[in-house]
T-cell receptor, first 112, second 112 residues
């Protein structure tokens, strides 16, 4: 059974810092994975989708990597801004590819 | 244009009532989902549905039933509401398979 762990649960950084959010999974036979951000009281915004055959994806200041051998994915945020403050969720598709299995998220606070 | 929309945004009701939450997507996707986010912000799949099959998470009580009048809509019906049903319910859609999922803004259900 796939389980997803995100560390740390919360993170506070000053504006301008580069930071890494970690996501680990127990079953290396994963399909694609997706990173989201969730603002308080809002829905989920898709940030990046990494296919299982890929090692990384980039979008603007965001870079997500996938290492199936170590059971980890990381989300790198460059030059953080106060607008990046949100909860970041990683999610893996189940074996059937029919649903996402979510971690509990990392709540990021970027101070100006 | 809103890609995935849900109504209502907030729903407050009493125990024992029956209620519905509507979901519509205009992305042309053929698969839709319902997820539940509990009080600890943990997201969990409830259903996935396309025009071929309904996949039900085994932990979902049979008081919950998805109904799809067409490919663009997947409504969630809940019978005999209980206090523990209070949560935020998210609808999502994607192309069939492990493709990027797009989420609606959520419906906050409060059962009193």
């Amino acid at each position: 059974k796939q389980e997803v762990t995100q560390i740390p649960a919360a993170l506070s950084v000053p504006e301008g810092e580069n930071l890494v959010l970690n996501c680990s999974f127990t079953d290396s036979a994963i399909y694609n994975l997706q990173w989201f951000r969730q603002d308080p009281g809002k829905g989920l915004t898709s940030l990046l989708l990494i296919q299982s055959s890929q090692r990384e994806q980039t979008s603007g200041r965001l870079n997500a990597s996938l290492d199936k051998s170590s059971g980890r994915s990381t989300l790198y945020i460059a030059a953080s801004q106060p607008g990046d403050s949100a909860t970041y969720l990683c999610a893996f598709f189940n074996q059937a590819g029919t649903a996402l299995i979510f971690g509990k998220g990392t709540t990021l606070s970027v101070s100006s | 244009d809103t890609a995935v929309s849900q109504t209502p945004k907030y729903l407050v009701t009493q125990m024992g009532n029956d209620k519905s939450i509507k979901c519509e997507q205009n992305l042309g996707h053929d698969t839709m989902y319902w997820y539940k986010q509990d009080s600890k912000k943990f997201l969990k799949i409830m259903f996935s549905y396309n025009n071929k099959e309904l996949i039900i998470n085994e932990t979902v009580p049979n008081r919950f039933s998805p109904k799809s009048p067409d490919k663009a809509h997947l409504n969630l019906h809940i019978n005999s509401l209980e206090l523990g049903d209070s949560a935020v319910y998210f609808c999502a859609s994607s192309r069939a398979g492990a493709h990027e999922q797009y989420f609606g803004p959520g419906t906050r259900l409060t059962v009193t």
